[in-house]
């Protein structure tokens, strides 16, 4: 139903509007983030279009790192995304409303999955709201307890997942 491959040039004010849709003010990521994300690292966003219309129904995005904890930098600073780090460490779920409880955001994960796997990396590494931990466990990630991140002024749990 969904093509999924990475970003292209021109679709990171897209991503960014659609992310301002699907998390509120204090934990969406910034324009300005959002294009250096897009920059540094395209081959780590994912995106799902629609064939119907081609606009993009959702995406998964994150950098690459040789760190193993997840750390509130990895958000603002995309300097951080090293191309050959062992590790992604996952910025955002997205998946547009009217896209939403028809599978899209568990395909999207295991199609992020199998791609990261086979560009050889380890681990995948996420935080996320305590209502969101069981979604994410049945995608397959565990969860690891509180995190030390405090993005957004929330509470957060980092959960990981090995490739």
């Given at each position: 139903m969904?093509?999924?491959?990475?970003i292209?040039?021109?679709e990171?004010?897209?991503?960014?509007?659609?992310?301002?849709i699907?998390?509120p003010?204090?934990?969406?990521?910034?324009?300005?983030?959002?294009?250096?994300r897009?920059?540094?690292a395209?081959?780590?966003?994912?995106?799902?279009v629609?064939?119907?219309?081609?606009?993009?129904?959702g995406?998964?995005n994150?950098i690459?790192?040789?760190?193993?904890?997840?750390?509130d930098e990895?958000?603002t600073?995309?300097?951080?995304?090293d191309?050959?780090?062992e590790?992604v460490m996952?910025l955002?779920?997205?998946?547009?409303p009217?896209?939403?409880?028809?599978?899209?955001?568990?395909e999207?994960v295991?199609?992020?999955?199998?791609?990261e796997?086979e560009?050889?990396?380890?681990?995948?590494?996420?935080?996320?709201?305590?209502?969101?931990?069981?979604?994410y466990?049945?995608?397959?990630?565990?969860?690891?307890?509180?995190?030390?991140?405090?993005?957004?002024?929330?509470?957060?749990?980092?959960?990981?997942r090995?490739?």
């Amino acid at each position: 139903m969904f093509e999924f491959r990475s970003i292209l040039p021109g679709e990171g004010p897209e991503t960014s509007r659609i992310e301002n849709i699907c998390f509120p003010p204090n934990e969406a990521c910034s324009y300005r983030h959002m294009m250096e994300r897009v920059e540094a690292a395209p081959d780590l966003f994912l995106v799902a279009v629609d064939p119907s219309n081609g606009r993009i129904a959702g995406f998964l995005n994150g950098i690459a790192t040789n760190e193993t904890c997840f750390r509130d930098e990895f958000f603002t600073d995309a300097s951080l995304h090293d191309p050959s780090g062992e590790n992604v460490m996952l910025l955002g779920l997205d998946v547009l409303p009217e896209y939403r409880r028809q599978g899209l955001a568990r395909e999207l994960v295991a199609c992020y999955c199998r791609r990261e796997r086979e560009n050889g990396r380890k681990r995948l590494v996420l935080t996320c709201l305590e209502e969101k931990v069981e979604m994410y466990r049945k995608f397959g990630f565990r969860d690891l307890g509180l995190s030390a991140s405090v993005w957004g002024g929330e509470q957060w749990h980092e959960m990981d997942r090995m490739l």
